[in-house]
């Protein structure tokens, strides 16, 4: 009996416990450095210099809510390439994607983007490839 006195009164606490760890550990890590690149044309994609790596990114389409796109990388002996969808100062849920390599090489993932009730259209995809995080700022279409 006092057992299961115990079990109720703490199965709520180690919930609650539980969600705000997986948040936490979800969430953007401030304290990493995090490269940003300016990428004018998505669908022409853009290119930077991470370290001695040469990556290019771009996506297939114009990016706009509700409609698939393709996110394509090319980070030349990469392993793990993952992107995530952000917009600063409002919590737009998990839209986290991992790229896959097709047979020449290029990480790919299709990926869609809610459309956020303030009507605010300004996102940023991180990139992250093998642990090396690039922020890529873009505003969607409508």
Same mark, same amino acid.
């Given at each position: 009996?006092?057992?299961?006195?115990?079990?109720?009164?703490?199965? $709520?606490?180690?919930?609650?416990?539980?969600?705000?760890?997986?948040?936490?550990?979800?969430?953007?890590?401030?304290?990493?450095?995090?490269?940003?690149?300016?990428?004018?044309?998505?669908?022409?994609?853009?290119?930077?210099?991470?370290?001695?790596?040469?990556?290019?990114?771009?996506?297939?389409?114009?990016?706009? $809510?509700?409609? $698939?796109?393709?996110?394509?990388?090319?980070?030349?002996?990469?392993?793990?390439?993952?992107?995530?969808?952000?917009?600063?100062?409002?919590?737009?849920?998990?839209?986290?994607?991992?790229?896959?390599?097709?047979?020449?090489?290029?990480?790919?993932?299709?990926?869609?983007? $809610?459309?956020?009730?303030?009507?605010?259209?300004?996102?940023?995809?991180?990139?992250?490839?093998?642990?090396?995080?690039?922020?890529?700022?873009?505003?969607?279409?409508?």
């Amino acid at each position: 009996m006092k057992t299961e006195k115990w079990v109720n009164h703490a199965l $709520p606490f180690l919930l609650v416990s539980m969600v705000g760890i997986v948040l936490w550990l979800n969430s953007e890590r401030q304290d990493e450095s995090i490269l940003v690149i300016s990428c004018e044309d998505m669908v022409a994609g853009c290119v930077a210099q991470v370290g001695v790596r040469s990556v290019s990114l771009g996506t297939d389409v114009t990016i706009k $809510p509700l409609k $698939p796109f393709q996110v394509w990388v090319k980070a030349p002996g990469a392993k793990k390439v993952e992107a995530r969808f952000t917009m600063a100062g409002m919590d737009m849920g998990f839209n986290i994607y991992t790229l896959r390599a097709d047979s020449q090489g290029v990480f790919r993932t299709s990926a869609t983007l $809610p459309v956020c009730v303030t009507g605010r259209r300004d996102w940023a995809m991180t990139l992250e490839i093998d642990g090396t995080r690039l922020a890529v700022p873009f505003v969607t279409d409508l």
